[in-house]
């Protein structure tokens, strides 16, 4: 079978990368790839709970989208970029998995395919 990751290290909003890169992922699943999305830099901001990004920006809720690729892709958080931005696991929402360096290594080494958004 078919494997890609997308690795999104932008911010959720003010840029079209994260968004991008989810539809990527929805439609790659649709097709029978199987695709997970590693969040990473700045684009760990786009696993943050509660976000309502539809009412004060009138943009589409990012972490309502990351639910569409659950559970036949998974999300990934990349552990460090959390940790420099001072972002706790509770903040993040549930389908969320936490992944170092070592582990994001073997992925990204099983994919056959790696798009960065």
Known sequence: ML???IIIDKAPYGHENALSGV???IASLDKGIK???LLMGD???SAIKNQIAEKTIQYPSLT?????IFPNGTLYVHLDSLIERGIKYEDLIEIS???NGKSLYNLSKSKNHIIKI
């Open 3 to 5: 494997s890609s990751l």
């Open 23 to 25: 539809y990527i992922a």
């Open 35 to 37: 695709s997970d999305v």
């Open 43 to 45: 684009g760990v901001y």
């Open 64 to 68: 309502e989208l990351l639910y569409s």
């Open 97 to 99: 998995e936490l992944i």
